[in-house]
């Protein structure tokens, strides 16, 4: 009887049946995670793609945008990511850019100079900052502000650019539970960001658009199906 289970035909059908395990699972995961998906959409009045692991529209009142992408410069260290976008509705200027990256997500030899400083040492310690304007300075130093953007070093890559807050983490989150969990904070800190800005002039914070085409980081090439 062992001989049977150990001769290639034996093998052959292990593997098929290891094989068709690991689709069923795979398929089932696939269905929790747009079921999860499809809640979180329907809890806050967001839009869903229909072929894509993507949702976005108003969220409590600020733009935003979630979707899932590919990472990774080789077929064996790629991966599938989620990020997170949110409007900061004009609170920082456009050609700001702060960057926090998790060391072991670098791309290895990659530079990473540091031209400008925020003043704060835990701060300039995480992030890198580019096109700091004067008045962007005293908004990130904000104790609320500050406090909220450490709190998110946990984080594959986390960056203020073009207007936009988006944070980025490993897999997909397949229970509305955890999506809900991903947004708070980054929503948080947006907030945060809003209030702790001066007020903006009538023009702007009425007639000024509120990035809603805006592409997502040009590492991330598009949406996965889900």
């Given at each position: 009887m062992l001989s049977g289970v150990f001769s290639p035909l034996g093998i052959l059908a292990s593997l098929l049946v290891l094989g068709a395990l690991a689709l069923a699972t795979l398929f089932q995961l696939k269905r929790r995670q747009r079921a999860a998906w499809e809640a979180f959409a329907?809890?806050?009045?967001?839009?869903?793609?229909?072929?894509?692991?993507?949702?976005?529209?108003?969220?409590?009142?600020?733009?935003?945008?979630?979707?899932?992408?590919?990472?990774?410069?080789?077929?064996?260290?790629?991966?599938?990511?989620?990020?997170?976008?949110?409007?900061?509705?004009?609170?920082?200027?456009?050609?700001?850019?702060?960057?926090?990256?998790?060391?072991?997500?670098?791309?290895?030899?990659?530079?990473?100079?540091?031209?400008?400083?925020?003043?704060?040492?835990?701060?300039?310690?995480?992030?890198?900052?580019?096109?700091?304007?004067?008045?962007?300075?005293?908004?990130i130093l904000d104790p609320g502000v500050r406090q909220r953007l450490l709190g998110l070093k946990g984080h594959r890559r986390v960056s203020i650019k073009g207007g936009w807050l988006q944070v980025e983490q490993r897999g997909v989150p397949a229970s509305a539970a955890a999506l809900e969990a991903l947004v708070r904070a980054p929503h948080d800190l947006a907030r945060a960001v809003t209030e702790a800005a001066p007020?903006?002039?009538?023009?702007?914070?009425?007639?000024?658009?509120?990035?809603?085409?805006?592409?997502?980081?040009?590492?991330?090439?598009?949406?996965?199906?889900?």
């Open positions: 329907k809890a806050h009045g967001l839009s869903i793609a229909d072929r894509r692991m993507e949702v976005q529209g108003r969220y409590q009142g600020r733009t935003l945008l979630l979707a899932t992408g590919k990472r990774g410069a080789s077929s064996k260290k790629r991966h599938t990511v989620t990020v997170l976008r949110l409007d900061l509705e004009g609170a920082l200027p456009a050609d700001l850019l702060l960057e926090h990256e998790r060391p072991e997500d670098k791309i290895p030899g990659a530079a990473t100079p540091r031209e400008e400083v925020l003043g704060d040492a835990e701060l300039d310690a995480a992030f890198q900052v580019e096109g700091l304007a004067p008045e962007a300075r005293p908004i007020a903006l002039p009538a023009s702007n914070a009425v007639g000024a658009p509120l990035h809603a085409e805006a592409p997502l980081d040009e590492e991330l090439p598009g949406s996965e199906h889900a």
